[in-house]
């Protein structure tokens, strides 16, 4: 029981980690205007109407890898076949879901891509893990 709790709690810190380095990295290509108001929300949807696809794949891409590497590292922690996995997938999913709804005006090709490839990340990472169990 202490591998699986352990297993959850180094997998989200890799993965949210993993998340954060490639989102910055994506903010230093792609800056955010300073003084930026979040909370004027016209602003808000002509900033998200006007980023570039590029920045959106950075993202995708940081959610992806980041479930994956958390599931993967939370499984193989555990030693379980995909139980921890899935509970890091599942936190990385209501994150994004949650991030969809607060932040909204993101196209849908974006919504339906982020919802995928981070499920994806989780699934891999099992199949990755089971694979190594064998």
């Known amino acids: 029981m202490l591998r699986k709790i352990i297993g959850v709690i180094l997998g989200l810190f890799l993965g949210i980690f993993s998340v954060a380095i490639i989102q910055a990295i994506g903010h230093f290509v792609y ?26 794949l950075i993202i995708i891409t940081s959610h992806f890898i980041g479930s994956f590497l958390g599931s993967f590292l939370g499984n193989k922690l555990s030693r379980s076949i995909g139980k921890v996995g899935l509970i890091i997938g599942a936190i990385f999913f209501f994150y994004i879901i949650f991030n969809l709804i607060m ?21 891999f990472a099992f199949k990755l893990t089971l694979k190594q169990k064998k």
């Open 31 to 56: 800056p955010i205007p300073t003084n930026f108001d979040f909370n004027d929300k016209v602003a808000l949807k002509t900033f998200i109407e006007n980023t570039p696809f590029y920045a959106f």
């Open 103 to 123: 932040v909204p005006y993101h196209p849908i090709w974006f919504v339906i891509a982020d919802i995928l490839l981070t499920f994806w990340g989780t699934w």
